[in-house]
């Protein structure tokens, strides 16, 4: 059963943003030997980590994101109804980081907001 029922609802665009700063895995040869290395990449895919610097915070990678989205798919600030901020590092827990987010890109105040961990 239906709580809620949203019509003339789509979805204009998805994006993501990660940081700028990359860590290879065989950098860590420092302290586990490049063939404990070699295995740590082939059983889980992963050769490199990606690192924000202390300045940077998830709000401003989703700023960016939005940014890029707004341009590319020619829309206005204006024409958004709703922000969805996903991330598994929220700069905030309470209020939430997407409504920061929302002020930041000087969105409606009737745009809806919500955060997804």
């Given at each position: 059963?239906a ?5 003339n ?10 940081p700028?700063q ?11 030997s ?22 940077l915070?998830s ?16 829309i206005t ?12 590092t ?18 409606k105040?009737?745009?809806?907001a919500f955060?997804?961990?």
């Open positions: 059963m709580l809620l029922q949203y019509k609802v789509e979805i204009k665009g998805i994006s993501s943003v990660v700028d990359v860590i290879y895995k065989k950098n860590y040869t420092d302290f586990i490049e063939k404990e290395t070699d295995s740590v990449i082939k059983m889980t895919g992963i050769a490199q980590r990606r690192f924000a610097s202390k300045e915070n709000v401003d990678l989703c700023y960016q994101s939005a940014q890029y989205l707004v341009k590319n798919l020619a600030i204006y024409s958004i109804d709703a922000i969805i901020m996903v991330t598994l929220p700069d905030y827990r309470i209020q939430g980081s997407a409504f920061v987010l929302r002020q930041k890109l000087k969105l105040k009737e745009c809806f955060d997804i961990s």
